[in-house]
């Protein structure tokens, strides 16, 4: 995944597809799918998770603009955290949300 630039002050959404080693969408019926950016140990946000088309494995993750306001200008850590109905945890590689100023205030 690409390291992604948001501005701060707008309105976050990042749609995503679970997929195999081979590319195959993975099947996310049932499944906890969590995600938080940091900075270091500090957790700055939870992300809400909205499952849009389980059978495909599409996700989006979201923040309103009243939460994105409150970051500071700088580079996150994140990563994407699925656990299946049988219990197993799995996590996406960690990916860089850069903060930058919203010149339109």
Avoid: H
């Avoid at 409150?70 to 994407?80: A, E, N, P």
């Amino acid at each position: 995944m690409a390291d992604l630039r948001v501005k701060r002050g707008d309105t976050f959404a990042l749609a995503g597809t679970r997929t195999t080693d081979a590319g195959n969408p993975v099947n996310i019926s049932n499944y906890q799918i969590r995600a938080q950016m940091r900075a270091g140990d500090a957790l700055i946000t939870s992300f809400a998770v909205t499952i849009t088309d389980a059978a495909a494995g599409e996700f989006v993750l979201s923040a309103p603009a009243s939460t994105t306001e409150t970051w500071q200008v700088t580079r996150y850590s994140c990563d994407i955290e699925f656990t299946s109905p049988g219990g197993i945890v799995d996590s996406s590689d960690t990916f860089t949300i850069q903060v930058v100023p919203d010149v339109t205030r």
